[in-house]
């Protein structure tokens, strides 16, 4: 849920509002009536993520392969 607060109570809460931020929460800054900014955390992406990012991307670009080629690889140097 998203909470709307005044531009003076986020300048005197800051910090407090970063911490709820980090924990999840979402803030709107209104000027008056009219929000004029959201506060919300960064998400930051681990190094897990990059990685599966970039092997989903190659697996886009790859062909696919029959069962006959597998199986040629697979045995590929027992004969």
Not at 3 to 16: N, V
Request: proline share 1%; charged share 30%.
């Amino acid at each position: 849920m998203t909470t709307t607060i005044k531009i003076s109570e986020a300048k005197t809460h800051l910090s407090d509002l970063l911490a709820r931020v980090e924990a999840g929460e979402e803030f709107v800054i209104a000027r008056g009536n009219d929000p004029i900014a959201h506060l919300t955390a960064v998400r930051k992406q681990t190094d897990m993520q990059l990685l599966l990012a970039e092997v989903r991307a190659a697996r886009q670009k790859a062909t696919t392969s029959t069962h006959e080629e597998i199986l040629s690889w697979r045995d590929e140097g027992r004969r």
